[in-house]
Each structure stands twice: as C-alpha cells, then as structure tokens.
C-alpha cells in the first residue's frame, strides 16, 4: 500500500514564500503530482515530477526526492487567489488503471 | 469541449434509498474513475474503468456498482444509501495510459444520507 502523508494546515501572509511537503512510502513509485482545490471546487493539476529535481512554473516550484520518498510544492509571491488545499498525489506502477493515491491535502490560508 | 461532466450537483437521500450519480466526458478519454473526498482523508478511489465494457474496485467499493457501456458514461450507483456515504463525489478521466497524463476532474456531487 502506499501513505502519503502532508501537513494540515498553513498560514501566510500575501507577497511571501510557503513551501508544503509531502512524504511518502512506495514500492512502486511512478510520478508525484500536485493537485490545487479551491473550496467547494474540484481539484486541478498543478504539477508532475517523476525524476529527482525541481520543476518551475511561474510562481509554482515542485521538488522531488525519491531515495527520501519527499516532495514539496513551492508557491512564491502569494496571492489572495492562492488560498485553497492542495493535494499531493502518488503514482503506484504496479497499481492498475493509473491509480493515484492521495494525501489528506494541506489548506493554505493567505492572509493579507 | 465541456470536459467531466457530473450531475446532479446536490442530493439528499434517506437511508436506503438508491440512485445514480452521473458522470460523461466528451474528451475520448479511455481512463475514467470516481473518488470520494471526506474531511482530512483525501480522495479515495472507489471503482475505475480502462475502457468501454471494463469496470474494476478501487480502494473502497463497498456499496457502490459501476458500469461502463460506452466510453462517454461512466454512473456510479448507490445500491442502499447509508449516512457513512455522505461524501463528495468526483469523477475524473485520463486521456491515456501515460505516466505523466494528470487526472481531470468534474465539479462533483455533494451528497447526503440521512
């Protein structure tokens, strides 16, 4: 099975720097992604790493490390608009159909 | 291209009662999956399909039948509602079997068992 595990909750104030983290534990590792979910709305792709290493778009950074089973998302220059949960995603080759399994997600509070 | 499409939005049922929950995707998506999200437990999968006429469980398929006769439809069927389905429902599709091919989800169902 897999377990993914990223904080609850986190606050930040508007203009700064927040970074969540997510571990996990997989055999069959095949690809972390990041997910955004707005309150009362369905999630939507942020990111996909599959290799060690940072991957950037525009305000949002993953980063990846599989020996440690630990990514995070970076979100710089925060925005109101980036107040929402974000989930982190585990991919299980040797699972069928594409599986993803998901964290509890981490809701980020912006505050101005 | 409207995407995953779910109706309806809202539903209240008492217990026992059945209904379905729609889901079509006008992508020609071959992957399609229904997950449900409760509070600090993330999204769990409930049943999946490859393709038109495959169906298979996911982690928590208890209480719940899928089917898949065309690669549009994709219903969830509640067999007898119980409160402990409360949840929110979403239906997500992949447009292939690559690694890299991120899930796209509709807009859910909120649903409540009393």
């Known amino acids: 099975g897999q377990n993914i595990d990223q904080p609850t909750e986190m606050t930040a104030t508007e203009g700064a720097i927040v970074q969540i983290n997510c571990t996990y534990q997989?055999?069959?590792?095949?690809?972390l992604f990041w997910y955004q979910q707005h309150a009362g709305e369905a999630p939507t792709f942020l990111s996909y790493?599959?290799?060690?290493g940072l991957e950037e778009k525009g305000r949002f950074s993953s980063f990846l490390s599989r020996s440690k089973g630990y990514s995070y998302l970076l979100l710089k220059e925060l925005q109101m608009k980036d107040s929402a949960s974000y989930l982190c995603?585990?991919?299980?080759?040797?699972?069928?159909?594409?599986?993803?399994?998901f964290g509890g997600g981490t809701r980020v509070l912006v505050k101005p | 291209n409207a995407g995953v499409t779910q109706t309806p939005k809202f539903q209240v049922l008492k217990t026992g009662q059945s209904m379905t929950l729609q889901c079509a995707q006008d992508m020609n998506h071959e992957y399609m999956s229904w997950y449900r999200q409760d509070p600090g437990m993330g999204l769990r999968l409930i049943h999946y399909s490859v393709g038109a006429g495959i169906t298979d469980q996911g982690e928590v398929p208890n209480g719940y039948n899928v089917s898949r006769s065309t690669t549009e439809d994709f219903p969830l069927r509640l067999l007898s509602a119980a409160p402990s389905q409360t949840s929110v429902y979403f239906c997500?599709?992949?447009?292939?079997?690559?690694?890299?091919?991120?899930?796209?989800f509709g807009n859910g169902t909120r649903l409540t068992v009393t």
């Open positions: 997500a599709s992949i447009a292939d079997s690559s690694y890299n091919s991120p899930l796209h």
């Open positions: 790493n599959v290799l060690d």
């Open positions: 997989t055999s069959g590792f095949n690809g």
């Open positions: 995603a585990v991919r299980d080759r040797r699972a069928a159909g594409n599986k993803l399994t």
